[in-house]
C-alpha cells in the first residue's frame, strides 16, 4: 500500500487561496494517476482535478480556471494549488493515487472557506 498525508488545509476568507500537499511513501514516478477529492457535508465525494503519469490534467467545471494540479517527483509530492476560493469550496480534501488496479486514499485535510 502507498501511505498519503495531506496537509495545507485550514480557514481562508472567500477569494484567498491555499496550496494543498500530498507526499506519498513511495515513489510517484511510476504511478498511473493521481487526484484530489472533495466532500463537503451532506454530499458524496466528488473529484476536483486529476494528473496522469504522461503529465495529462482533468478539472470538472466546477474549479477550472482556479484549480492546478502538480507534482514533485523528487519529493514524492502532489499539490492542489486552489485560488479564488468560494464559501462552496468547503470541505474534506483527499489524495488519491492509482497505481494499477490498487487506490490509495489520504485521511484528508478541511478545507473551511468564510468571512
Known amino acids: 500500500q502507498v501511505q498519503l498525508v495531506e496537509s495545507g488545509g485550514g480557514l481562508v476568507q472567500p477569494g484567498g487561496s491555499l496550496r494543498l500537499s500530498c507526499a506519498a511513501s513511495r515513489s510517484i514516478f511510476s504511478f498511473n494517476a493521481m487526484g484530489w477529492y472533495r466532500q463537503a457535508a451532506g454530499q458524496e465525494r466528488e473529484p476536483v482535478a486529476r494528473i496522469l503519469s504522461s503529465g495529462a490534467t482533468y478539472y470538472p467545471d466546477s474549479v477550472k480556471g482556479r484549480f492546478t494540479i502538480s507534482r514533485d517527483n523528487a519529493k514524492n509530492t502532489v499539490y492542489l494549488q486552489m485560488n479564488s476560493l468560494k464559501p462552496e469550496d468547503t470541505a474534506v480534501y483527499y489524495c488519491?493515487?492509482?497505481?494499477?488496479?490498487?487506490?490509495?486514499w489520504g485521511q484528508g485535510t478541511q478545507v473551511t472557506v468564510s468571512s
Open positions: 488519491n493515487v492509482v497505481v494499477r488496479l490498487s487506490s490509495s
